[in-house]
């Protein structure tokens, strides 16, 4: 099936860092979301952009929507041991209910404190 | 309030066996994915349902994988005479809005992991 083009693929850095991750797709995408997954657990939705430039936080997480529709990157700021998991991108061709997601490969972050 | 559930959280067939995993979604939501992923890459959509009815299979890899919510709330995923590639963790996720009402969170359970022998 279709997936997102994600990177980096993983990461190692210290705690108090910045960390910025970015997603690209060959299609264009109505909504764009990033999501978090720890291990044995469902994703969690991190943040959601429904406008291209778009740019929207949620704490230290900063998330923007590509002008071109393809495209999205997230950034963490100052991070913390608790930041450690898998960040997927995910985008939607349609904004309505009932669009099914479709997701990055995922960027696992590693956390040294 | 509860979040989505599945059960069993593991479980372990021989090839060639048939198994069903169950989702009970947040009480109240309409709509109900489900999404399979393989170890190391990202969730990929199989289905989704709104009440009772299934609207959208186009990602079951085969006819082997079949899906069925019969009251508009539990579903119940069947995989038959399981195959090693079936192996993967199986996600539900639910929301609350009908197709086409506007954007909505998708609530993701924490899954089922199948490893087939």
């Known amino acids: 099936g279709q997936q997102l083009n994600q990177s980096p693929q993983s990461m190692f850095i210290q705690e108090g860092e910045d960390v910025s991750m970015n997603c690209t797709s060959s299609?264009?995408?109505?909504?764009w979301l990033w999501y978090k997954q720890d291990p044995g657990e469902g994703p969690v939705l991190l943040i959601a952009l429904y406008k291209a430039g778009e740019l929207t936080s949620n704490g230290r997480l900063t998330a923007q929507f590509g002008i071109t529709r393809k495209d999205s990157f997230l950034n963490i700021s100052a991070s913390i041991p608790s930041d450690v998991g898998i960040y997927f991108c995910?985008?939607?061709?349609?904004?309505?209910?009932?669009?099914?997601?479709?997701f990055g490969k995922g960027t696992t972050l590693s956390v040294s404190s | 309030g509860a979040g989505v559930s599945q059960s069993p959280r593991y479980k372990v067939a021989k090839r060639g066996q048939d198994v069903a995993l169950r989702c009970d979604p947040i009480?109240?939501?309409?709509?109900l994915f489900w999404y399979q992923q393989a170890l190391g890459q990202g969730p990929e959509f199989l289905t989704y349902?709104?009440?009772?009815?299934?609207?959208?299979k186009s990602g079951l890899p085969s006819d082997r994988f079949f899906a069925e919510r019969p009251e508009g709330s539990v579903s119940t995923l069947k995989i038959q005479r399981t195959q090693q590639e079936d192996s993967a963790v199986y996600l539900c996720?639910?929301?609350?809005?009908?197709?086409?009402?506007?954007?909505?969170?998708?609530?993701f359970g924490p899954g089922t992991r199948l490893t087939v022998l």
């Open positions: 299609s264009i995408f109505n909504t």
């Open positions: 349902f709104q009440n009772e009815a299934q609207l959208d």
């Open positions: 995910a985008g939607q061709f349609g904004r309505q209910a009932g669009t099914a997601l479709i």
């Open positions: 009480s109240g939501h309409v709509s």
């Open positions: 996720a639910s929301s609350l809005a009908r197709s086409g009402q506007g954007t909505d969170t998708q609530y």
